[in-house]
T-cell receptor, first 115, second 107 residues
Framework: ETGVTQTPRHLVMGMTNKKSLKCEQH?????MYWYKQSAKKPLELMFV???????ENNSVPSRFSPECPNSSHLFLHLHTLQPEDSALYLC??????????????FGDGTRLSIL | GIQVEQSPPDLILQEGANSTLRCNFS?????LQWFHQNPWGQLINLFY???GTKQNGRLSATTVATERYSLLYISSSQTTDSGVYFC?????????FGKGTRLHILP
């Protein structure tokens, strides 16, 4: 139990569907992250929120829309995805405001498959 | 941007063997972390080690920031050590992961 919970664990969706990934952390952290892990590629940082403000957006397509209503919850809203978006999506959290200056704790990920 | 290179890309060892995994980075960094991703995809933070040496049981890590590398040592490996080991560096609010070393421990 890492203190970071992601749901669902698996998701299969069509390209025209709209779905959301959820992440919740129980560690009292104030920074949360979304990562994408594709086969045979390094982990890619997608979004970072610190104190509920987005501080990093690594040129992610607009079909991915993050939302951070409070410091414990992070969502990734998905719309009109492409087959190449099939991947493992990982959420992480850390203490402190500065990105990467504290250890990150990861959830178990959501395995997303786009048909 | 900063390049992070991990070696070897793949490693197969017999249970009980020792191993050394390496992470090179192309520029100075603020921090470095080692992670283990098990065969079920769970990513666990092993070490947060911007410099110096740390030990945790059979694992230890050393980062020599001035020479831009970090090493992860695994001693007396067990089958549960199998998975992918990533290093990630941080600089200027950017986090960059290496491609990982895939470790397979044979029983």
């Amino acid at each position: 139990e890492t203190g970071v919970t992601q749901t669902p664990r698996h998701l299969v969706m069509g390209m025209t569907n709209k779905k959301s990934l959820k992440c919740e952390q129980h560690l009292g952290h104030n920074a949360m992250y979304w990562y994408k892990q594709s086969a045979k590629k390094p982990l890619e940082l997608m979004f970072v929120y610190s104190l509920e403000e987005r501080v990093e957006n690594n040129s992610v397509p607009s079909r991915f829309s993050p939302e951070c209503p409070n410091s414990s919850h992070l969502f990734l809203h998905l719309h009109t995805l492409q087959p190449e978006d099939s991947a493992l999506y990982l959420c992480a959290s850390s203490q402190g405001r500065a990105i990467g200056n504290q250890p990150q704790h990861f959830g178990d990920g959501t395995r997303l498959s786009i048909l | 941007g900063i390049q992070v290179e991990q070696s070897p890309p793949d490693l197969i060892l017999q249970e009980g063997a020792n191993s050394t995994l390496r992470c090179n980075f192309s520029d100075s960094v603020n921090n470095l972390q080692w992670f283990h991703q098990n065969p079920w995809g769970q990513l666990i933070n092993l070490f947060y080690i911007p410099s110096g040496t740390k030990q945790n049981g059979r694992l230890s890590a050393t980062t020599v920031a001035t020479e831009r590398y970090s090493l992860l040592y695994i001693s007396s490996s067990q089958t549960t050590d199998s998975g992918v080991y990533f290093c990630a560096v941080n600089r200027d609010d950017k986090i960059i992961f290496g491609k990982g070393t895939r470790l397979h421990i044979l029983p």
